[in-house]
């Protein structure tokens, strides 16, 4: 069962703006950090950004300046603006719970959640 949803991704201009969202399901109790990864092409998973659930948040330096993550407890979502995109932003964007205290059936536990990823091309 999918935990961890992202949405938002797209095709957009060098230069232009997306909002990325991921939504966690009811059946997580608390997430100790969220944050987005990306994959692109012939590359590596790598770091986006991080937000703990007190609002501290981490950034590759290569987004930093450009994306914004930012975090609704209430809602358990985690939120990705980008701005100022470009091409080398392409990728995969994942969301990623870390620490995540969940049911699992009867079970509860921690664990580490990924979502399914959305995709995002920056291209003219």
């Known amino acids: 069962q999918v935990q961890l949803v992202e949405s938002g991704g797209g095709l957009v201009q060098p230069g232009g703006s997306l909002r990325l969202s991921c939504s966690a399901s009811r059946s997580i109790v608390s997430i100790y950090a969220m944050g987005w990864y990306r994959q692109a092409p012939g590359k590596q998973r790598e770091l986006v950004a991080t937000?703990?659930?007190?609002?501290?948040?981490n950034y590759a330096d290569s987004v930093k300046g450009r994306f914004t993550i930012s975090r609704d407890n209430a809602k358990k979502m985690v939120y990705l603006q980008m701005n100022s995109l470009k091409p080398e932003d392409t990728a995969v964007y994942y969301c990623n719970a870390d620490r995540a205290l969940l049911y699992s059936g009867p079970t509860l536990g921690y664990r580490e959640l990924w979502g399914q990823g959305t995709l995002v091309t920056v291209s003219s």
């Open positions: 937000i703990t659930s007190g609002g501290s948040t």
